[in-house]
């Protein structure tokens, strides 16, 4: 089964940095767009940032500038980098994955989202 894990994520203050990755690990014929999300308390899970299978990447406004999404298509691994951290950048970040899967009997599967736990980044003094 495919399994996207998540690390790098922790207690930062103001103005610091934090790298976020995701390994997405199993039987996997390929992988298409990757993305990173995010959820505060009390709020909506928003998209932060996406890359295709290309490299384009795309940002949410507020992080244009501070944050860089990259991925090692070797390793099936996408990383956030985030700079210049804010209290508002406070959340839980998903890993997200859209990828085909290489199922039972060797059947190579439908493209289909998956999702990692979640990282706690915590950004205060």
């Known amino acids: 089964q495919v399994r996207l894990v998540e690390s790098g994520g922790g207690l930062v203050q103001p103005g610091g940095s934090l790298r976020l990755s995701c390994a997405a690990s199993?039987?996997?014929?390929?992988?298409?767009?990757m993305a990173w999300y995010r959820q505060a308390p009390g709020k909506e899970r928003e998209l932060v940032a996406t890359?295709?299978?290309?490299?384009?990447?795309t940002y949410v406004d507020s992080v244009k500038g501070r944050f860089a999404i990259s991925r090692d298509n070797a390793k099936n691994t996408v990383y956030l980098q985030m700079n210049n951290l804010k209290s508002e950048d406070t959340a839980v970040y998903f890993c997200?994955?859209?990828?085909?899967?290489?199922?039972?009997?060797?059947?190579?599967?439908?493209?289909?989202?998956?999702w990692g736990q979640g990282t706690q980044v915590t950004v205060s003094a």
């Open positions: 199993g039987t996997i014929f390929s992988v298409n767009e």
């Open positions: 890359i295709t299978s290309d490299t384009i990447p």
């Open positions: 997200n994955a859209d990828l085909t899967a290489v199922e039972a009997a060797g059947v190579i599967g439908r493209s289909k989202d998956y």
